[in-house]
């Protein structure tokens, strides 16, 4: 299937080891999640994805409860959920997810950003049709094979599963997201090295250069907003 998700993550980690940037954006992420529905994970689906990531990033127990404490009592802040898509240099395409309690400077923030970097914003459907909402789920020390056992014998259905690097990683549809941990966690899993629902590129392009180097730019300045929560796109990055 496209791309190893291991590779994607490995990229990512460069712009995520600055952990004060990732607490703060789940922080926000609980919160939201939180003020949905009931601030308990057991009642609240979305709550519980997020606090599922959240494990898997090592957002700290003092950031996660004081998310959800500030959305039980008397947090009042309103965020809005926006999506951006655009293009980068040489066919690359990117989809920009926020959340924002200031919808105006959110748009205008990413604007600015495609503009200054060599991108350019797209509307609405120009890039995401490209994409699939996919969930990743990986475990550590065991095969693809044995997964795969794994899922059959708790009949889930999945995309794809592979090896890659030290985890199993399988890809599925977004609602079957809790019925494949919930296979793992039947058979005494209940660490994860990935646990997300992310867009996935359909095919990826190889950039190379000066065109590699301004990707790398644009993206890692769209990274940087305070309002972005996730950004996806679809550019295969050479080995290190």
Excluded: C
């Amino acid at each position: 299937m496209g791309r190893k998700w291991n590779n994607i993550k490995e990229k990512k980690a460069s712009k995520d080891a600055s952990t004060s940037r990732v607490n703060a954006k789940f922080g926000i992420e609980i919160y939201v999640a939180a003020k949905k529905g009931e601030p308990d994970p057991e009642s609240n689906q979305a709550l519980k994805f997020v606090l599922e990531r959240a494990k898997t990033y090592n957002v700290p127990k003092s950031i996660i409860d004081r998310a959800i404490e500030k959305a039980k009592g008397s947090g009042d802040e309103n965020y809005s959920e926006l999506r951006y898509e655009g293009f980068g240099p040489s066919g690359s395409m990117i989809i920009v997810d926020t959340l924002t309690n200031n919808v105006n400077r959110t748009a205008a923030d990413v604007r600015s950003v495609f503009n200054k970097r060599g991108g350019n914003m797209g509307v609405s459907g120009s890039v995401a049709y490209m994409f699939s909402p996919t969930a990743v789920i990986g475990v550590e020390g065991k095969s693809s094979d044995d997964v795969l056992e794994l899922m059959m014998e708790a009949d889930v259905d999945v995309r794809d599963i592979q090896d890659e690097e030290d985890s199993a990683i399988v890809y599925a549809e977004p609602d079957q997201f809790y019925a494949v941990q919930a296979a793992f966690k039947q058979a005494g899993t209940t660490e994860f090295t990935v646990a997300e629902q992310t867009m996935l590129a359909q095919n990826f392009v190889e950039l190379s250069g000066d065109d590699l180097a301004q990707f790398e730019k644009l993206i890692d300045a769209l990274e940087d907003l305070e309002d972005v929560q996730q950004v996806y796109h679809n550019v295969e990055f050479p080995e290190e």
